[in-house]
């Protein structure tokens, strides 16, 4: 006969079952309580800075670096392609205003200016023959003129007589009528003469003003040529330094090659490179310092180049007060540019701890210097030494300022000696 078997209440599987819900129960709920309150870490105050909030002058600036140049450099193109023939100097010769630098060859220009002389030349004596022409037509038509105002007055004599004699009875009409006829006719070939003899005047003083504007633009012309072919000889425009020179004997250089450049010896500027995203707060008039032979020395920029290459823009910075002794073309300068005026501000000192914080917040340590905590500041303007603070300290308090990179969410600090 069957038995009814009673299936056990309390089995193993069910018992294992309601020990894992109790631990995972019991782990989430250590969780909870051991992460209600602050997290803390161990920090040895040997391993960290520990800086004070004080209050003192404070002005914004940047480090820069610049590079010395000449004040004044004239560049030196080829105004004429040419060979070059002769060196008068070498790279680095101080030069007087005037001084040969070197001399090309360009047969060409030459041949050019051969002509156009000849040219000149020509048309000079052409215009004296033309001018003598015109002289002796003159003459030619003066002579005619005065034969024709001699015929005419004699014209004129005769027929007044014969008019009296005419009126008196003495000669016939016909011989009057042949006096009067001849008066007219010499009447109007003066007229005709006359007016024949100033169209040519007219004509000649034409013709020979444009011979001479002609001949006048010839020699311009000429001089042209002249200054081109004088230009293949080189020479220093002003007082100062030969440098950069780049041509060689037997060279051929085109037409605005570079060929070196002077360097005026009447001082320095500073050429400096900057960051792109300062150029709105970069103008004329801005200065900056820079230490040289443990003497402190003033510049202030002059010029201000806007074009932006590579990320970064240029300024030109002059010298305020006395140049340093000894300072040498291309020699670098670091330089720190005042980006405002000097002012009294709360001072955090630089650290670390801003690559974590944004500069929202930093680890302030207690009274009894045991343990540090978070407290939330507002951060101003920058230089290479300090932020300027302006919420969340006062003067005498001590901040963490070195890097909080392992520290993680840890809310409060535990400073061991």
């Known amino acids: 006969m069957d038995r009814v078997i009673q299936k056990k209440k309390w089995s193993t599987k069910r018992l294992m079952t309601i020990a894992g819900i109790s631990g995972v129960v019991i782990l989430v709920a250590g969780s909870i309580y051991f992460t209600s309150g602050k997290s803390k870490l161990n920090v040895d105050t040997e391993r960290i800075t520990i800086s004070e909030i004080k209050k003192g002058p404070f002005q914004e600036f940047i480090p820069v670096n610049g590079v ?7 560049y030196l193109d080829a105004v004429e392609g040419g060979r070059v023939e002769e060196k008068f100097v ?11 630098i070197l001399r090309l060859s360009n047969t060409d220009l030459e041949l050019n200016l051969a002509n156009q002389e000849t040219a000149v030349y020509a048309a000079q004596t052409q ?66 003469t006359t007016q024949i003899l100033k169209q040519d005047t007219i004509l000649t003083e034409q013709e020979q003003q444009q011979a001479s504007e002609q001949y006048a633009h010839m020699r311009s012309t000429l001089e042209l040529m002249r200054r081109k072919v004088a230009d293949l000889t080189v020479r220093a425009p002003i007082d100062g330094q030969l440098t950069s020179m780049d041509a060689e004997v037997g060279q051929n250089k085109n037409r605005g090659e570079h060929l070196g450049q002077i360097d005026a010896q009447n001082g320095f500027k500073v050429r400096v490179d900057i960051e792109e995203h300062y150029l709105s707060r970069i103008y004329n008039g801005l200065k900056g310092d820079f230490t040289f032979a ?24 002059q010298f305020v ?20 005026d000097e002012t009294t501000a709360l001072l955090v000192p630089k650290g670390g701890f801003y690559q974590q914080t944004g500069g929202n917040w930093i680890f302030k340590v207690s009274e009894d210097g045991k343990y ?15 932020y300027e603070l302006l919420q969340g300290l006062k003067p005498g308090d001590k901040v963490i300022t070195s890097s909080y990179e392992n520290y993680g969410d840890i809310q409060e600090l535990v400073l061991k000696q």
């Open 321 to 340: 007060g006395d140049i340093p002794k000894g300072i040498r073309k291309g020699q670098t300068l670091q330089i720190r540019l005042a980006l405002s």
């Open 372 to 386: 540090a905590y978070k407290v939330d500041i507002q951060l101003g303007r920058g230089n290479t030494d300090y």
């Open 294 to 317: 443990n003497k402190t020395y003033k510049l202030v920029i002059k010029k201000v180049f806007t074009q932006v290459t590579n990320g970064r823009f240029q300024v030109d910075m």
């Open 68 to 74: 010395v140049m000449p004040l004044t450099t004239i």
């Open 90 to 100: 070498e790279d680095g010769a101080d030069l007087k205003k005037g001084d040969p």
């Open 127 to 192: 215009m004296q023959i033309s001018h003598n022409n015109a002289q002796q037509n003159t003459i030619t038509k003066l002579n005619q003129m005065a034969d024709v105002d001699n015929a005419f007055k004699e014209a004129e004599r005769i027929y007044n007589l014969d008019k009296k004699l005419y009126e008196q009875k003495a000669i016939g009409l016909q011989e009057y009528k042949a006096a009067e006829n001849n008066y007219n006719y010499q009447l109007r070939r003066k007229r005709l």
